[in-house]
Nanobody
Framework: QLVLVKSGGDLVQPGGSLRLSCAAS????????IGWFRQGPGKEREGVSC????????NYADSVKGRFTISRDNAKNTVNLQLDSLKPEDTAVYYC???????????????????WGQGTQVTVSS
């Protein structure tokens, strides 16, 4: 089970920041690649970022590159997504997901992940 926690409030102004944390319960994330996804109003779910099981490889969607940062803390069994310089178009329900991986890289296709967190709403508005 993945539990998603949001730090920074329910409503964020444009240019603001918040952090999403994805914690595993009942299993170790050491052997899993982690992906972050979002689904905006009327939109399909899209990959935002991913991190390999080792943490040595990360990838970002072009729309968030330079603004979002993914990191993993295996000691805490947690993966974080720092969201900075938020824009109204970042408004969406955000999900974290895990997939058992032996690969040095990660992928951002939702169909590649089989353990999902519950999702949390991120709203960016003035």
């Amino acid at each position: 089970q993945l539990v998603l926690v949001k730090s920074g409030g329910d409503l964020v102004q444009p240019g603001g920041s918040l952090r999403l944390s994805c914690a595993a319960s009942g299993f170790s994330l050491d052997y899993y690649a982690i992906g972050w996804f979002r689904q905006g109003p009327g939109k399909e779910r899209e990959g935002v970022s991913c991190v390999s099981r080792s943490g040595g490889y990360t990838n970002y969607a072009d729309s968030v590159k330079g603004r979002f940062t993914i990191s993993r803390d295996n000691a805490k069994n947690t993966v974080n997504l720092q969201l900075d310089s938020l824009k109204p178009e970042d408004t969406a329900v955000y999900y974290c997901a895990a997939t058992y991986s032996v690969e040095p890289k990660c992928v951002m296709g939702a169909s590649d992940y089989n353990v999902w967190g519950q999702g949390t709403q991120v709203t960016v508005s003035s």
